[in-house]
C-alpha cells in the first residue's frame, strides 16, 4: 500500500476509512502542521485536490468530508436518539463517542444536534427529526476545520447560528428571525473568544451551549435546562496545552 493511500473499504453506508487515529494525524497519528499559508493538497482518502492549510509532515492529508465523515454519521443517531431536553447533558454523552477527537468540526455538529434534540424533546418549538437533519446540513456548509485560526469564525459559531435559523424560520430578507439569527451566533462568537487561548471546542461548545439556552429562554420563551457547570476530563487529550485553571471546565 503506497504511504499517502490508507485504506478504505466499502460498506452498506458507502466508503469507511479505516486506519483512523483519533487525534493528531488521522492516517498516522503525527502532530499537525498548520500553514500561514495555503498548499495544494491532495485528500490521502478520496484524491480530492484542493487549497489545504492543515497537513501532516508525512505526506497526509484529509479533506473535510472524509476527517468528519464517520463521526458526523455517530453524532446524527446519537441526537436523532436523544431523549434529554438539557442541550449540555446531550453534548457530553456525545464527547464519549469513540473515535471523537478533541479538537475539530465534529464539535460544531455536536452543538447543533444537542440543541436541537433538546429543543425537539421539549417540545414547545414542535421540531422534527427532519429540522435537526436541516440543522447539522446548515452547519457543515460553514464549519471548516482550523477556520477558527485562518478567519476568527469557530464553525460552533454558525452551528448555533443554524439552530436558531430552523428554530425562527430565518432566511435572507427576513426581518426579526435574521436580526434573532445574528443574535445568537454573535453571543456565541463573544463566549467562544473569552475562552480561547488556546482553543479547545469541548469548552467552546459547553460556554455556545450555556449562551443559546439563555438567548432562547429571553426572546423566544422557550425554557430549557441550563446553568450546570461540567467538569471536564479531557485536558490531558489536548494537543495544543489544556488551559487548565484558566478555563471554567477543567477538572483534575
Known amino acids: 500500500m ?8 466499502a460498506s452498506s453506508q458507502g466508503v469507511e476509512l479505516t486506519n483512523r487515529h483519533a487525534e493528531h494525524c488521522m492516517i498516522c497519528g503525527h502532530v499537525l502542521q498548520y500553514l500561514d499559508q495555503a498548499s495544494e493538497v491532495s485528500c490521502s482518502y478520496c484524491q480530492k485536490r ?4 492543515i497537513v501532516c509532515p508525512n505526506g497526509h492529508y484529509v479533506c473535510e468530508s472524509c476527517h468528519n465523515q464517520g463521526a ?3 453524532i446524527e443517531a446519537l441526537m436523532l436518539a436523544a431523549k434529554s431536553t438539557d442541550s449540555q447533558e446531550i453534548a457530553e454523552l456525545a464527547f464519549l463517542l469513540p473515535g471523537l477527537p478533541m479538537l475539530g468540526c465534529q464539535h460544531a455538529f455536536i452543538a447543533a444536534g444537542a440543541l436541537m434534540a433538546a429543543l425537539r424533546n421539549e417540545g414547545r418549538a414542535q421540531l422534527t427529526d427532519a429540522d435537526l437533519r436541516e440543522a447539522l446540513e446548515r452547519t457543515g456548509k460553514q464549519a471548516q476545520g482550523g477556520y477558527c485560526g485562518l478567519t476568527g469564525v469557530c464553525g460552533i459559531v454558525p452551528a448555533i447560528g443554524a439552530c436558531i435559523s430552523v428554530l425562527t424560520g430565518s432566511r435572507c430578507g427576513k426581518d426579526r428571525e435574521q436580526r434573532l439569527t445574528m ?8 463566549a467562544i473568544t473569552d ?5 479547545c471546542c ?3 461548545v459547553r460556554a455556545s451551549l450555556s449562551q443559546a439556552v439563555e438567548f432562547i429562554r429571553e426572546n423566544l420563551n422557550i425554557d430549557l435546562p441550563g446553568g450546570r457547570v461540567a467538569v471536564c476530563r479531557f485536558g490531558h487529550k489536548h494537543p495544543h496545552g489544556c488551559r487548565k485553571t484558566n478555563c471554567p471546565y477543567f477538572g483534575r
Open 202 to 204: 469541548k469548552a467552546y
Open 195 to 199: 475562552l480561547t487561548g488556546p482553543s
Open 183 to 190: 443574535e445568537a451566533a454573535t453571543r456565541a462568537a463573544r
Open 2 to 9: 503506497h504511504p499517502c493511500r490508507p485504506d478504505i473499504i
Open 50 to 53: 484542493e487549497a489545504g492549510y
Open 72 to 74: 458526523r454519521r455517530q
